[in-house]
């Protein structure tokens, strides 16, 4: 089965770091990059950045409201791909989902999402 | 930024008939590849989002017959062409032609 399940959510102040996982399984992770995409409580959804597959050189793209703050990175000889968020403020609360992407730049399959809480 | 203006936001609909959600955005999205990276996806309350249609027009594995993608350029639409119940939810149209990538405001589908 195609799956993707995040981990690493939760109530953190701001300020602090928190890293995220993705774990991957079913498909060929190394060929896919790998997006996040956040949803902040009742809203719609918000691209946060990507990692392209290796074979696209591994480069990685964010949204400007994360740049500087946010990391994302891969391990394909463990089909996990990370997020990692510094300096976190109260605005960065969201659910966050993880994502692959095929040659079509499309978004094919999504994690069920991890919770992120910034708050005092 | 390339923004994606959806319409309309909400979209009462009774079973059994169409459905049809706009999608524009501020500038084409025709990739330098020749390809044109607008998607839809489609949100059912509690879930994450899913994959309908890619590159305009092509339905993703798994996604009825029902929902088809049309549009170029600027200009798409997502129709529906027999409302069913669990069709319920919010789509979104998302473009991937030019970083970043954008999603549009979201339309809820709901049965009259």
């Known amino acids: 089965e195609v799956q993707l399940v995040e981990s690493g959510g939760g109530l953190v102040q701001p300020g602090r770091s928190l890293r995220l996982s993705c774990t991957a399984s079913?498909?060929?992770?190394?060929?896919?990059?790998m997006s996040w995409v956040r949803q902040a409580p009742g809203k719609g959804l918000e691209w946060v950045g990507f990692?392209?597959?290796?074979?696209?050189?591994?480069?990685?793209e964010y949204a400007a409201s994360v740049k500087g703050r946010f990391t994302i990175s891969r391990d394909d000889s463990k089909s996990i791909a990370y997020l990692q968020m510094n300096s976190l403020k109260t605005e960065d609360t969201a659910v966050y989902y993880c994502?692959?992407?095929?040659?079509?730049?499309?978004?094919?399959?999504w994690g069920q999402g991890t919770m992120v809480t910034v708050s005092s | 930024d390339i923004v994606m203006t959806q319409t309309p936001l909400s979209s009462p609909v009774t079973l059994g008939q169409p459905a049809s959600i706009s999608c524009r955005s501020s500038?084409?999205?025709?990739?330098?590849?020749?390809?044109?990276?607008l998607s839809w996806l489609q949100q059912r309350p509690g879930q994450p989002p899913r994959l309908l249609i890619y590159k305009i027009s092509n339905r993703f594995s798994g996604v009825p017959d029902r929902f088809s993608g049309s549009g170029a350029g600027t200009d798409f639409t997502l129709k529906i062409s027999r409302v069913e119940a669990e069709d319920v939810g919010v789509y979104y149209c998302t473009q991937a032609t030019q970083s970043p990538y954008t999603f549009g405001q979201g339309t809820k589908l709901e049965i009259k």
């Open positions: 994502t692959s992407s095929a040659a079509t730049r499309s978004f094919d399959i």
């Open positions: 500038q084409s999205l025709v990739h330098s590849d020749g390809n044109t990276y």
């Open positions: 990692i392209r597959s290796k074979a696209y050189g591994g480069t990685t």
């Open positions: 079913g498909f060929t992770f190394g060929d896919y990059a």
